[in-house]
């Protein structure tokens, strides 16, 4: 069998693989600006020129912005961060895969679960393990359609996503309920579904803890074993000392 000696880039090292991906990607936007009529609008639309692109990491998803300017929360850090400030804390959701933040977001009016934009998105719930779709009202597997997209529609694209879907309110398009974790986040615990931020809600209803948290998995024979490990707030009793607790 002959062998063939590595081209020298796939020995190349970590700074000059990002040296070549920084120059490639360059030469990638300044091409589409200048050649496609689709990108060079979208481009101005958006108020960017190819030649604002200094770093890999100034391409992001506009979803970084608002993910570094507020963590996902659960809905009694919401209450916590609403009880501290002045600001309305309200959800918005979505996946780099459709389009990022926007597909749906919560009402300022009612702040009871996301609206739906259906007029660019369809969705479904699913059952995750038979693709069954379900009826309204009922927890599934989220689906999305986009409707307006041109160039990467997506059709049922499967967020791993669980929620339930809800009539309007604040709107008349449909809500979806708060998403609390993804199907591939979920903890089995002897035969119970069960996601970290369930037990953040349970976390932060102690006043004494701190929303920082470490869940230990361990097996003792046959039995599942989870023990959450939680900071002490400034000032409680036995302040610096982690609180340790078994959920059995």
């Excluded at 100034?58 to 400030?85: C, S």
């Amino acid at each position: 069998m002959r062998t063939f000696p590595p081209e020298p880039i796939e020995k190349a090292s970590v700074d000059e693989l990002r040296n070549l991906q920084l120059e490639r990607l360059k030469w990638s936007l300044a091409h589409a600006y200048e050649k496609v009529p689709h990108y060079r609008k979208k481009f101005d639309a958006a108020g960017m020129k190819p030649a604002h692109l200094r770093t890999l990491e100034d391409l992001v998803t506009g979803g970084l912005g608002a993910h570094y300017g507020a963590e996902p929360w659960t809905n009694e850090m919401g209450k916590q961060i609403e009880a501290r400030t002045s600001l309305d804390a309200i959800d918005i959701y979505g996946l780099s895969e459709v389009m990022g933040p926007g597909v749906a977001q919560e009402c300022v009016e009612t702040k009871d679960g996301l609206t739906i934009w259906q007029d660019h998105f369809f969705p479904e719930i699913v059952d995750p393990a038979k693709g069954k779709v379900l009826p309204d009202g009922e927890q599934g597997e989220l689906v999305f359609t986009s409707l307006t997209r041109e160039a990467l529609p997506v059709i049922r694209y499967r967020t791993r996503d669980p929620t339930r879907l809800l009539p309007g309110t604040a709107r008349s398009m449909r809500r979806m309920e708060k998403i609390t974790g993804r199907s591939d986040d979920m903890l089995i615990i002897r035969g119970v579904n069960v996601f970290p931020t369930q037990i953040e809600e349970l976390i932060l209803k102690q006043p004494e803890l701190a929303p920082h948290y470490l869940l230990e998995l361990s097996k003792d024979g046959p039995l599942d074993h989870l023990t959450v490990l939680v900071e002490i707030q400034p000032g409680a009793q036995d302040a610096g000392c982690a609180a340790r607790r078994t959920l059995d």
